[in-house]
């Protein structure tokens, strides 16, 4: 009973929504009727409808977010080999203060858990270490965490679009339903375009960010490679020290 109450809602909903935006389709499909030359970009994003702002504003976000990426996600930046093969040598040493100036020196991963080890030392090597490995995951749970939103954003996109294109095909029968006069063709592929442009936009948001997704998620991959590899010695020298 109330799954059918909900489906008739929704189908109420959905038919007044249709009804609305068919309204708002007449100025553009009046000047598709007056140009030869088809549609221009703004007013294929106005005939994909509000829905085709939501996936501007994903696409932006992810440009953003991908900027960012390229900007941050570095292994020479977040885990340079020469920094931490010099940290070693001083932990091997067993210099102390030349290890703590270095790395306040730097920030990057390998700084920061060696800095952490440091300061939890006075509470015993076993409490030491379990604080190292607790912000070595952090800090690799931090890189993967950001790259999820470009995941994410490759499986909402398509949704969107797919919403536009139920919503673009209930205008295209609402033209066939509701009109009284002489259904004009026009109207009726106004509709449908809506239905292929929200398609085509989830896609076209979808394709790149899936594919700078993956790239990234190489990159983070490499990272934790490479911080778990310096780790484990950093965690044992940092462990013997007197």
Known sequence: MVQLLFLSGLLMMASVLGAQEMEALKPIVTSMEQSQEGMTVWQLIKA??????????????????????????????????AFAGEVIQKLERGDKIAIKELC?????????????????????NVFAKEAMDSLARKEVAALWQNISYLGDIAVIAPLVGLLGTVLGMIQAFNVVAFQTAVVKP????????????????????????????????????QITNTVENYCADIIKLVGELK
Do not use: C, H, W
Request: charged content about 15%.
């Open 48 to 81: 994909g409808g509000s829905l085709m702002f939501v996936l501007l504003f994903l696409s932006i976000l992810a440009a953003a977010i991908i900027i960012y990426d390229f900007m941050t996600m570095k292994e020479s930046k977040l885990s340079p080999a």
């Open 104 to 124: 306040e020196k730097q920030d990057n991963i390998i700084s920061r858990i060696v800095l952490e080890g440091l300061a939890k030392r006075s509470r015993g």
């Open 186 to 221: 026009i109207l009726l592929a106004g509709g449908v375009a809506k239905a292929m442009v929200t398609t085509a936009g989830g896609l076209s948001v979808a394709i790149p960010t899936l594919m700078f997704y993956s790239y990234f998620r190489g990159r983070v991959q």
